[in-house]
């Protein structure tokens, strides 16, 4: 997954350390064993430094995993990583919460700082 | 967004610190790319020093948003802007959950302290 | 509002502090600038010193509050002073939730403390 | 109120500090103002020292309020008081929550450590 | 209560701490003024160091109090000391929550620590 | 029950440290006393070192339980051994909750820290 | 329990069928066994005639029954009886709820209908 | 309490049943035997016929109980008998919910068919 | 289970039909298979013709049931035959719901009707 | 409101009786009386005959009475009327509840049925 579908804007209040919320309760993305479609409840929650990230291609960056295969535990870095590359944020946390599958529950939980 | 739609009247008790909370569950402003409506849930929580916002203008400057178009990060902080400068308050916090748009739920919480 | 209606009777146990809860959901008064009645349910907690506050007098003291305009903040303030002018408390607390108006909800929380 | 119904036996465990817990929802007595009877749900924890408290007597105490006028605030405490006469307690709390008088509801929480 | 009903096991990893809970919803015994049973939801915690209770005759244990007389707070510290005579363990506790009788509930907390 | 079922992948973010969740809802193993079938629910929290577990076998690993006997407080360490033998994880947590046997509700929790 | 504690007043709308409701979650009678306090909550549901029970004798009548002794069916059916003497409704039910006595719940459930 | 309050406009659609509901949390009158303040919460449906009910007028209508005395069964039927003078609706429901006093909770059901 | 155990009083209202519930949680009797305890809640509603039974005897009759042997479909209908022999009642239903065993829950529903 | 917004696709089922049901959480148009702005949760249920309405032209239909003034007795037949014009469905139910306005609660039923 590269980052050139998320756009960003100027943070409206550089000067104040604030958090924004999101949580897409319709991820979705391939296994990568069996080609089958995942589903996930992803939340995240981040204090802005210089940039926001845009919302509506925020939703079109997610809808691009729909075609991906990935690993849980990978998918999950991924999102970190492109968030963090993008924005450089001063706090940055993800949580992913996959549907069951072979009768196995599965999250994975990563957070980054400056 | 001026605020000079919101009046203020004299803190009944200047010597003594307490909170005023309001929610507004019925918030409704712009999409800044779509020019498509967003809503939202918000609260206000602040500590008052000379001044208290009077609650009629309150729902007034509300109403205002209706017909403008804006980030969900830069109305919170706008909001927060607008209040600091009438009120000058000793504290004061605002928390905006924006209903979901493409898949995605959305909240801003800024604080402001003197 | 003065505190002629208030009553008192001494604290049975004065070396020890104990804290006594009050909530009351029936309060109701005016609105100041339309004279429409406005509703609230409010909460007291204190610690007591000297003084008691007698149960029966203190909701004819509320009752008295229906025919009287007054602001949120206004109001919930008036009551705090009155219960310290009264009873001298250790400690206070008041917490007022009024009913939603033009789409909006108010709560006003005052605490005072020796 | 005396406690010459109240029973005791010896800690069964002397030298381990361990709690015991008591509700008493049917606790019901009478109003020192109008004569019409109140009613509360009592509930007690301590630790016990060398005595504990037989539960029938304990059941027959609280039955013995039934007949007898007294404020909120003295009746809970009166309890307190007859039970650290009796058991000499490490530690006692006891909260009482009455029934709605008047549109108000009140509770009294109390406690005594050695 | 002899504790030559309850068998043990040797800790199959006696080199990590970790816990052992039991809930025994079925716990009755009789009452030792009156004869009549009582009835009791007991729940244990402990670390084992170097036994386990084994639950067969953990079950059989607890059968057997159905015909013995017993206070609420002896039987519960009778419990933790059979449990630490046998088990000698890390640490300890027993929560026995008691049938309503004459109008009151009773609870016994207790635990032991190396 | 050997490891041999367990299969690994690298940690794709291996410089940091984030956890990873999973619930096992369908866990059945038998009994060593009855031969009987015993139930539980397990979950397992985990920070990966060098390697994650692959989830599929994951499943086969659980599965292979069917037919084995085991004490609950066997089942639970052997579990958190070969998964600690499989990833040397930087921490590892297992909480098995048991189905109710004789009347007495069992669960188990173990952790293992580098 | 005689009913010349009850008042009537004329039904306010005589020729039109309604229904009044009652609850009352603070009866309290005497065991005709044991002398101790049996609670209970009474509903009641009546269709008026020509009279309807004025508020405050009902109270004042279930207070009566405080230092009364009484089986549990006995007791429904006279409030029923009572009820019927003075009212002459089209149509009662009471239902009584009592509180737990010996480790058994017992409810009573009366109808009348002209 | 007359009917010049309440104000009507014609039913947009006269010739489909269709039914309207209101809920008023906040209706208070006086009680006629001690002068205190009543509270009720109060349901309307009703299935218009040639007219429909303003909804600020019936606001007002209700705000004009605040100062009047009334028997809870006398109020409920006062408040049919206006709506039915005034719109002749081929179907109405009234439900009146009064909050306890004297420790009973009172209710009033009423219905008007054509 | 012989029923000299059982009580009744004249059923005080003979010629209105009327039900009377109870609930029994503390219900412990002997698997005739293992001679390990049973537990049950069984509910009992019954209209009464001649004859109630007392609530004490009642009690002492479920008591009895502790150390007797029986199935449970075996006790629920001799439940229902003592309380039939006894009372001749116009209609009884028995419903007793087993706790687990095996992994099995079990109750059985029994009526009887003259 | 002309229905020229919404479109429609062919009933994929025709023979068979089935329901589709919406809920429109944001629908928001303006007082006829005071031009501020009103909000509502419109539900809607319907079995198609021929024709389905197009999800996303329903939606900006539903956005179009943003700047529309109306009775809520208004909008709620008209919106049927539209639906009813346009479908011609075999049976049509359409709920609107309105947010509160100077403490009324307002909700407006209608049903059309072929």
Chains 1, 2, 3, 4, 5, 6, 7, 8, 9, 10 share one sequence.
Do not use: W
Request: proline fraction near 6%; charge should be negative; charged fraction near 25%.
């Amino acid at each position: 997954m590269s980052n050139n579908i998320l756009e960003t804007f100027e943070n409206p209040k550089i000067d104040r350390s604030y958090s924004i919320n999101f949580e897409i309760p319709e991820f979705t993305s391939l296994c990568p064993k069996t080609g089958q479609p995942d589903f996930a409840n992803i939340e995240i929650e981040y204090i802005p430094d210089k940039l926001c990230v845009e919302l509506k291609s925020l939703k079109l960056y997610f809808v691009s995993y729909r075609d991906k295969p990935g690993f849980h535990e990978d998918l999950t870095n991924q999102i970190l990583d492109d968030l963090v590359a993008l924005l450089d944020p001063k706090y940055i946390n993800i949580n992913a919460e996959f549907n069951v599958r072979g009768g196995i529950y599965t999250s994975v939980n990563v957070t980054h700082e400056k």
